[in-house]
């Protein structure tokens, strides 16, 4: 009797869920109104889903609540989940499509307040030494809204789906063989784990450097073979950032079916030339030139025996297709926002171009354009100028005196001037850390004050002088040594050194600062070339 009690209760246990399975699947499929699955886990909408058909426009009554076919008044749509998103063709996200270089991307919907892209090809150079530093940003900021670009390196790579293309495997063996400047792209080649464990122990910096110079020329043949129909053909470095509407409305004026080469000057004993960091453009039809005219052979071999791949390319161009470069500065700019030197030659005018910039800084760069936008009343803001950097990035932080700091950092020598002692036998002024701006010392008999004649004593000396004459708006002591400049800007910290007399120490003219702005008045936007 036992027995058959306790066969009896399996059965019910076994056999209980199974009906109630079997009547779950009955109920799901029936055309009734049971549906005893859980909403967020049905495979069909639930009669609550159902929108009611749509209703003659003269028979709508507003004095009562709109009822839906089921009999329930609409519920509470702030407590309502949201029903899934379907993918159909209305809401399915646009994409740029997948190619052989780059994998298919989403399109942000920020990219409708650009400029239209498609007939710009981005070209960004690069190492292995910094990719995985680099260009994960990258591919999340600046470079997005691109329909298309390429990467060149020292070594093939994939990033997140992007591939990265050596420019130098097909350099002449000829070069390549014992030759110090590829000791790097050889180590890398054979590197067996990540780059970073593979080169700790040797100087990355100097080795990417001289290795930097060989890919200048042949990235711009390779880029043309690859992509020939583009209008512009945009260079820039890894740690460079583009604002997309102002490089847009330079180029605007300019045919590109005529020869074009844009840049930044910096100056050398072959002229001056574009430099790369940041960022040179060629137009389609100059590009067509170079391709047909140069032998990128030749210009391996003349690579070793000059400083850098930027300058070899300018001199490329001159040389091949005699094109002279046009400097379109300060509008394309080599500084970032923190080392930019703010004043009369960099204020009003537009900016398109930043360059050595961490990712931290393009990030930010990043966000404060899309607060712009977000701010623009048409989700198209004024044109960026120089001096909405400052406003964004200087005047927050400006003090009138920092310590273990250097405001001078890499500043136009022209615009930079020294109060020292050279008659002090106690220094070694042939290794002095700015060496270059001793030239542009200011002699005593030039002296228009007392202050300046004491000035390189100490930091309160310098800062007194620094008061006194008209054009200093910041100063910088360190070592029996007083900078001053006609500019201002933030500038970077330094190491905190024991001896007082070598600490770095930065101070700022703050009134005569804020005065020169008030002077400037409202700025007229003019592009390069315009």
Same mark, same amino acid.
């Given at each position: 009797?036992?027995?058959?009690?306790?066969?009896?209760?399996?059965?019910?246990?076994?056999?209980?869920?199974?009906?109630?399975?079997?009547?779950?699947?009955?109920?799901?499929?029936?055309?009734?109104?049971?549906?005893?699955?859980?909403?967020?886990?049905?495979?069909?909408?639930?009669?609550?889903?159902?929108?009611?058909?749509?209703?003659?426009?003269?028979?709508?009554?507003?004095?009562?609540?709109?009822?839906?076919?089921?009999?329930?008044?609409?519920?509470?749509?702030?407590?309502?989940?949201?029903?899934?998103?379907?993918?159909?063709?209305?809401?399915?996200?646009?994409?740029?499509?997948?190619?052989?270089?780059?994998?298919?991307?989403?399109?942000?919907?920020?990219?409708?307040?650009?400029?239209?892209?498609?007939?710009?090809?981005?070209?960004?150079?690069?190492?292995?030494?910094?990719?995985?530093?680099?260009?994960?940003?990258?591919?999340?900021?600046?470079?997005?809204?691109?329909?298309?670009?390429?990467?060149?390196?020292?070594?093939?790579?994939?990033?997140?789906?992007?591939?990265?293309?050596?420019?130098?495997?097909?350099?002449?063996?000829?070069?390549?063989?014992?030759?110090?400047?590829?000791?790097?792209?050889?180590?890398?080649?054979?590197?067996?784990?990540?780059?970073?464990?593979?080169?700790?122990?040797?100087?990355?910096?100097?080795?990417?450097?001289?290795?930097?110079?060989?890919?200048?020329?042949?990235?711009?043949?390779?880029?043309?073979?690859?992509?020939?129909?583009?209008?512009?053909?945009?260079?820039?470095?890894?740690?460079?950032?583009?604002?997309?509407?102002?490089?847009?409305?330079?180029?605007?004026?300019?045919?590109?079916?005529?020869?074009?080469?844009?840049?930044?000057?910096?100056?050398?004993?072959?002229?001056?030339?574009?430099?790369?960091?940041?960022?040179?453009?060629?137009?389609?039809?100059?590009?067509?030139?170079?391709?047909?005219?140069?032998?990128?052979?030749?210009?391996?071999?003349?690579?070793?025996?000059?400083?850098?791949?930027?300058?070899?390319?300018?001199?490329?161009?001159?040389?091949?297709?005699?094109?002279?470069?046009?400097?379109?500065?300060?509008?394309?700019?080599?500084?970032?926002?923190?080392?930019? $030197?703010?004043?009369?030659?960099? &204020?009003? !005018?537009?900016?398109?171009?930043?360059? @050595?910039?961490?990712? #931290?800084?393009? +990030?930010?760069?990043?966000?404060?354009?899309?607060?712009?936008?977000?701010?623009?009343?048409?989700?198209?803001?004024?044109?960026?100028?120089?001096?909405?950097?400052?406003?964004?990035?200087?005047?927050?932080?400006?003090?009138?005196?920092?310590?273990?700091?250097?405001?001078?950092?890499?500043?136009?020598?022209?615009?930079?001037?020294?109060?020292?002692?050279?008659?002090?036998?106690?220094?070694?002024?042939?290794?002095? $850390?700015?060496?270059?701006?001793? &030239?542009? !010392?200011?002699?005593?008999?030039?002296? @228009?004050?007392?202050? #300046?004649?004491? +000035?390189?004593?100490?930091?309160?000396?310098?800062?007194?002088?620094?008061?006194?004459?008209?054009?200093?708006?910041?100063?910088?002591?360190?070592?029996?040594?007083?900078?001053?400049?006609?500019?201002?800007?933030?500038?970077?910290?330094?190491?905190?050194?024991?001896?007082?007399?070598?600490?770095?120490?930065?101070?700022?003219?703050?009134?005569?600062?804020?005065?020169?702005?008030?002077?400037?008045?409202?700025?007229?936007?003019?592009?390069?070339?315009?």
């Amino acid at each position: 009797m036992l027995l058959r009690q306790v066969h009896f209760t399996a059965i019910i246990v076994v056999c209980i869920p199974i009906i109630f399975a079997v009547f779950v699947f009955v109920s799901y499929f029936h055309d009734g109104t049971l549906n005893v699955l859980p909403s967020h886990l049905s495979l069909r909408p639930s009669h609550d889903d159902v929108k009611p058909p749509a209703q003659n426009a003269a028979s709508h009554s507003t004095s009562a609540p709109q009822v839906a076919a089921t009999g329930k008044a609409p519920s509470n749509v702030e407590n309502e989940e949201a029903p899934p998103v379907i993918n159909t063709p209305a809401t399915e996200q646009k994409v740029f499509p997948q190619n052989e270089w780059l994998p298919a991307r989403p399109i942000d919907p920020s990219c409708a307040h650009l400029p239209d892209l498609s007939k710009i090809l981005l070209i960004i150079k690069t190492g292995a030494s910094e990719t995985f530093d680099r260009l994960p940003t990258q591919f999340m900021t600046m470079t997005r809204c691109l329909p298309d670009f390429l990467i060149f390196s020292d070594m093939e790579e994939s990033i997140m789906g992007y591939r990265v293309q050596d420019v130098l495997k097909d350099t002449l063996e000829e070069v390549k063989h014992d030759n110090g400047d590829f000791n790097l792209w050889r180590r890398q080649q054979s590197c067996l784990v990540d780059q970073k464990s593979c080169q700790k122990w040797s100087n990355v910096g100097g080795e990417a450097w001289n290795l930097d110079k060989y890919k200048n020329v042949r990235q711009s043949d390779l880029s043309y073979r690859m992509r020939p129909n583009y209008d512009w053909y945009i260079h820039i470095d890894a740690d460079t950032y583009i604002h997309w509407p102002n490089m847009v409305e330079m180029l605007k004026p300019f045919d590109a079916q005529k020869d074009h080469f844009f840049g930044s000057f910096e100056p050398s004993q072959y002229g001056d030339f574009n430099h790369g960091g940041s960022g040179y453009i060629l137009s389609q039809s100059a590009m067509k030139k170079f391709q047909a005219n140069s032998s990128v052979e030749h210009f391996d071999h003349e690579a070793r025996n000059i400083c850098c791949g930027d300058m070899l390319m300018t001199i490329a161009v001159r040389e091949n297709i005699a094109l002279a470069n046009t400097n379109m500065f300060p509008t394309i700019n080599g500084r970032k926002p923190f080392t930019l $030197p703010f004043g009369p030659r960099q &204020w009003c !005018q537009p900016i398109a171009t930043l360059h @050595k910039l961490t990712s #931290e800084e393009v +990030a930010s760069i990043w966000e404060f354009e899309q607060e712009r936008i977000a701010n623009a009343t048409d989700g198209k803001p004024a044109p960026l100028l120089i001096k909405d950097l400052y406003y964004q990035y200087f005047a927050p932080r400006l003090v009138d005196k920092l310590e273990d700091w250097d405001n001078m950092y890499d500043d136009y020598l022209t615009n930079v001037w020294y109060y020292l002692d050279k008659d002090d036998k106690s220094k070694d002024w042939e290794h002095f $850390p700015d060496q270059k701006y001793i &030239w542009h !010392q200011r002699k005593p008999e030039d002296f @228009k004050h007392d202050e #300046e004649k004491k +000035a390189h004593t100490s930091f309160n000396a310098c800062k007194k002088a620094c008061d006194v004459v008209d054009e200093c708006l910041q100063f910088r002591w360190q070592d029996d040594a007083c900078a001053m400049s006609k500019n201002f800007r933030l500038g970077n910290p330094t190491e905190k050194r024991e001896n007082q007399k070598e600490r770095w120490m930065s101070g700022w003219a703050v009134k005569k600062i804020e005065k020169w702005i008030a002077d400037q008045g409202e700025c007229k936007v003019q592009f390069p070339g315009a």
